[in-house]
T-cell receptor
Framework: GDSVTQMEGPVTLSEEAFLTINCTYTATGYPSLFWYVQYPGEGLQLLLKATKADDKGSNKGFEATYRKETTSFHLEKGSVQVSDSAVYFCALSDRAGNMLTFGGGTRLMVKP | DAGVIQSPRHEVTEMGQEVTLRCKPISGHDYLFWYRQTMMRGLELLIYFNNNVPIDDSGMPEDRFSAKMPNASFSTLKIQPSEPRDSAVYFC??????????FGDGTRLSIL
């Protein structure tokens, strides 16, 4: 079945540092890929998505590129802020585009 | 636009009691999902509906759990009888066709 693997956290960075959170997937066919963010006490919010190979999703300074050859969708940001502290989830959708398979989540802590 | 609305936000009850969690999806969305989030197991899909019809309930842990969607604007997740191991954050999400899932803020359930 489909699966998503992302790096375990917590990831602790200083403000303005470069962020990478690795995500790899296993799926049949051509899934869509997503990054969701969960701030404390809240539900998950869609951060960005990519629907086909070589697509780059971007939002709020975050970027991720759909790499079919390496089955990866790594999340990057050039300069993190304290307000980026949250849990980040990588996910893929099934062929029908309805069900999501989530990774285990990576907690990011950014210190001033 | 109003997002996905869940109630209550917090629920504390004693084991053996019936618990009912409620969800109002975003108007016009035809898919509704119930998830459970715990530290140990991460984010688990319990059940999802399409046009008010349950499509996949393979994630429902036991017969003590049941979910209904009597109309397009309301769904319930019921646990009867509740047990301490049911303590978790329960999320409802909705989506439209191939669009991304939108999550509510969750219900934090504590079973004593």
């Amino acid at each position: 079945g489909d699966s998503v693997t992302q790096m375990e956290g917590p990831v602790t960075l200083s403000e303005e540092a470069f962020l990478t959170i690795n995500c790899t997937y296993t799926a049949t066919g051509y899934p869509s890929l997503f990054w969701y963010v969960q701030y404390p006490g809240e539900g998950l919010q869609l951060l960005l998505k990519a629907t086909k190979a070589d697509d780059k999703g971007s939002n709020k300074g975050f970027e991720a590129t759909y790499r079919k050859e390496t089955t990866s969708f790594h999340l990057e940001k050039g300069s993190v802020q304290v307000s980026d502290s949250a849990v980040y989830f990588c996910a893929l959708s099934d062929r029908a585009g309805n069900m999501l398979t989530f990774g285990g989540g990576t907690r990011l802590m950014v210190k001033p | 636009d109003a997002g996905v609305i869940q109630s209550p936000r917090h629920e504390v009850t004693e084991m053996g009691q019936e618990v009912t969690l409620r969800c109002k999806p975003i108007s016009g969305h035809d898919y509704l999902f119930w998830y459970r989030q715990t530290m140990m197991r991460g984010l688990e899909l319990l059940i999802y509906f399409n046009n008010n019809v349950p499509i996949d309930d393979s994630g429902m842990p036991e017969d003590r759990f049941s979910a209904k969607m009597p109309n397009a604007s309301f769904s319930t997740l019921k646990i009867q009888p509740s047990e301490p191991r049911d303590s978790a954050v329960y999320f409802c999400a909705s989506s439209s066709g191939l669009g991304p899932q939108h999550f509510g803020d969750g219900t934090r359930l504590s079973i004593l």
